[in-house]
């Protein structure tokens, strides 16, 4: 047999007057929903776990942007430069100069003075005003030359005299006794080798040998062989020689 609806009601009226109101939560509700939304420390300590799973990639990109910034900011290197050949352009002067040339034992072997030089880099070779040179061989035979114009190599072995152009071997006696008579050379150009001890030249030249003067179109003379070679048109005037004590001449 079904209840009455009149106790169903009369039962739902006894429990709210016994203080429990109708639709309240009860105890186990609100457990339910405490477990249900999270704390703040929970969910900031997850969202720590969610972010440490992109922080290598964050880390990465950081390394990556910084190393761009350090290539585009770093100072460029200096780029190298074609070497450029040297002209024929003077890198020095000097006026009123003397330069010298030693032997390895200290004494002087040459020196070369004028009054203005000028010092080219791409030959190597200095061109000298109102030259003056003075050189002396290992036996000690003094030379003397000059000229408006002279052009030396770098160590001075060589000298290129242009315009009155004037070469002349003092006269002197050698360690065997053996005179050596002036001899003085002229042309418009020379061409002196100072360690050889030679002069030559493609021109005119004028030739004195103590009182005997000779005359050519070209000539290379030796003074270590004593040999002159006198090319072209050549002439001489041999003058007698003075006699000395016994007839010999």
Do not use: C
């Not at 890198?91 to 020196?111: C, I, Q, Y």
């Not at 000028?118 to 061989?137: A, F, G, K, N």
């Not at 290379?220 to 072209?232: K, P, R, T």
């Amino acid at each position: 047999m079904s209840p009455r609806p009149d106790a169903a009601k009369e039962a739902r009226a006894a429990g709210e007057a016994e203080g429990t109101p109708r639709g309240a939560a009860t105890p186990a509700d609100g457990a339910d929903a405490r477990r249900e939304r999270p704390s703040g420390w929970t969910r900031l300590r997850r969202g720590l776990d969610r972010a440490s799973l992109y922080l290598p990639i964050i880390l990465t990109g950081a390394l990556a942007l910084g190393t761009y910034w350090l290539v585009r900011n770093a100072p460029r290197l200096a780029q190298p430069t074609a070497k450029q050949a040297p002209t024929h352009e003077p890198d020095f002067f000097m006026r009123g100069f003397t330069v010298k040339n030693f032997l390895p034992d200290g004494s002087l072997r040459s020196e070369l003075s004028g009054k203005e030089g000028r010092h080219y880099p791409d030959t190597d070779t200095l061109e000298v005003d109102q030259v003056r040179v003075r050189s002396i061989s290992p036996e000690g035979l003094v030379t003397h030359a000059t000229a408006d114009r002279g052009l030396s190599n770098g160590d001075g072995s060589e000298i290129q005299l242009f315009g009155n152009a004037v070469v002349i071997r003092d006269a002197a006696v050698t360690a065997n006794g053996r005179a050596m008579p002036r001899l003085e050379f002229r042309g418009d150009f020379l061409h002196a080798f100072v360690n050889t001890e030679q002069v030559k030249s493609n021109k005119p030249v004028t030739l004195i040998r103590g009182s005997d003067r000779f005359t050519a179109d070209s000539m290379d003379y030796d003074n270590l062989s004593g040999v002159a070679n006198l090319n072209g048109r050549v002439r001489g005037l041999l003058m007698p020689s003075a006699a000395v004590p016994g007839g010999k001449r």
